[in-house]
């Protein structure tokens, strides 16, 4: 069982930076394919971006290619998110989500752990 706790949101500027981060227990985080998603009032969940095991393979949505990053360290079970140039349209609430496999994947039903999520709010 693995438990995901993100934070560092809160409410930024349009032009602005935030990095959230992903807490993960568990002795297996490693082995694990990482992603956040993120969902709009009104909207389903969307996929942001994910990373595998290694770092190595990182892919993102288009809309917020350039402007986030996602990185990761094994030996402190953590993920994070970097998002800088902000907008309002990137308004949401931000999961963090662990797949039991070495691959990544871009939909929701590849993750089999959540976070609670954390609210990003980017006035203009």
């Known amino acids: 069982q693995v438990q995901l706790v993100e934070s560092g949101g809160g409410l930024v500027q349009a032009g602005g930076s935030l990095r959230l981060s992903c807490a993960a227990s568990?002795?297996?985080?490693?082995?694990?394919?990482m992603a956040w998603f993120r969902q709009a009032p009104g909207k389903e969940r969307e996929f942001v971006g994910t990373?595998?095991?290694?770092?190595?393979?990182?892919s993102n949505l288009d809309s917020v290619k350039g402007r986030f990053t996602i990185s990761r360290d094994n030996a402190k079970n953590t993920v994070w998110l970097q998002m800088n140039s902000l907008k309002p349209e990137d308004t949401a609430v931000y999961f963090c989500?662990?797949?039991?496999?070495?691959?990544?994947?871009?939909?929701?039903?590849?993750?089999?752990?959540w976070g609670q999520g954390t609210q990003v709010t980017v006035s203009s």
């Open positions: 990373i595998s095991w290694s770092g190595s393979a990182t």
């Open positions: 989500a662990a797949r039991r496999s070495l691959r990544v994947g871009a939909r929701s039903s590849d993750y089999d752990y």
């Open positions: 568990g002795r297996s985080f490693s082995t694990y394919a």
